[in-house]
């Protein structure tokens, strides 16, 4: 196999991880992302579907987005992708379209075809374990390609992490975190947002045994050709075109 993928040094600088934390929001224990257009203007909010419930929800604000606010999306503004694990919400009188359009737009940006090098990219959501306060966690990753599930034919973008001081991961509570890579001219933005993990052997929040977990990774390891020198995997949901 080509050069291992190897997970970039953390803690993230704290400049990049405050900015991507004023745009992450906390709601339904999950997590949900601020999506801005190129100008800096907010558009909307996205996540991941299986965290939206029927009923209206209230998204608080986050903790950085504003002081004791909240934002109320009612359940007829959102649209649900109906082949990745995605929700968009327009905010202000924009469009879901016009969220999903940016992330697109973001994401086409991204070349996950060279496999022979260590892209990074950073990941903030609320991950429930070892997190009591509820507080934004920000985690370096290894952005490393396209992979799928056993059985799954969905895109999942693969990125792997290690365990940070905290002992934190993407575990329960992450899902929907917004997937950040930085793009020439633009700096961090969003490509995705959490829908899938796996840890390996140092399995602490899932319910298989490591033994399990080594049996991903080398499944992992096959579709992308190369060894993985990573405690997990984070698989984002990618925006699919219209």
């Known amino acids: 196999m080509s050069t291992p993928i190897a997970v970039p040094p953390g803690p993230v600088a704290p400049e990049l991880a405050q900015a991507i934390e004023k745009n992450t929001v906390s709601f339904n224990t999950c997590t949900g992302n601020l999506v801005r257009d190129d100008q800096g203007a907010v558009l909307g909010i996205v996540g991941a579907a299986h965290c939206v419930r029927q009923s209206s929800n209230v998204v608080q604000d986050g903790h950085t987005f504003g002081t004791g606010t909240s934002v109320i999306i009612d359940r007829a503004d959102i649209r649900l992708d109906s082949t990745t694990d995605m929700f968009y919400a327009g905010l202000d009188g924009r469009a879901a379209a016009d969220v999903h359009a940016q992330l697109v737009l973001n994401y086409a940006q991204v070349d996950l075809t060279d496999r022979s090098s260590n892209q990074v990219a950073v990941m903030t959501g609320y991950p429930r374990f070892s997190n009591e306060r509820n507080e934004p966690v920000t985690i370096p990753l290894s ?7 056993p059985h799954d034919l969905a895109d999942t973008i693969a990125t792997f992490g290690d365990w940070n001081s905290e002992n934190q991961s993407c575990s ?19 490509i995705g947002v959490l829908s899938s993990r796996a840890e390996f052997e140092q399995v602490q929040t899932m319910t298989y045994s490591a033994d399990y977990g080594l049996e991903l990774r080398r499944y992992f390891e096959t579709q992308l050709g190369r060894t993985i020198d990573a405690d997990f995997l984070c698989g984002f949901a990618p925006p699919t075109e219209p």
């Open 143 to 149: 952005l490393s390609g396209i992979v799928h599930w």
């Open 172 to 190: 329960p509570g992450a899902s929907g975190s917004g997937l950040y890579h930085h793009i020439d001219g633009h700096g961090y933005v969003i």
